[in-house]
Nanobody
């Protein structure tokens, strides 16, 4: 059974930082591109970032570029998203995703 388990969400002040983790199991992690996507209240799903199998190719949405960093630890089957300089518009549920499924999400709220 494929499982993606996100963690690390919470309440953070504008300008703050947060690190999200996604522990995976049930598939060959290091054979797959991985993604972070998010969904803000009342809005659709938005792609945030991607990373290739080896972690040497990363891509970011324009509105997070320079602030967020995606990474992976293939030995631990874990995906990360380091989020810095957070803004109120980053408030959303963040999901770890493969090409065919995603986790349950972790809520990030940016508010003073």
């Amino acid at each position: 059974e494929v499982q993606l388990m996100e963690s690390g969400g919470g309440l953070v002040q504008p300008g703050g930082s947060r690190r999200l983790s996604c522990v995976t199991s049930g598939f060959i992690f290091d054979n797959n591109w991985m993604y972070w996507v998010r969904q803000a209240p009342g809005k659709g799903l938005e792609w945030v970032s991607s990373i290739n199998h080896g972690g040497d190719i990363t891509k970011y949405a324009d509105n997070v570029k320079g602030r967020f960093t995606i990474s992976r630890d293939n030995a631990r089957n874990t995906l990360y998203l380091q989020m810095n300089s957070l803004k109120t518009e980053d408030t959303a549920t963040y999901y770890c995703k493969t090409n065919w499924t995603r986790g349950q999400g972790t809520q990030v709220t940016v508010s003073s």
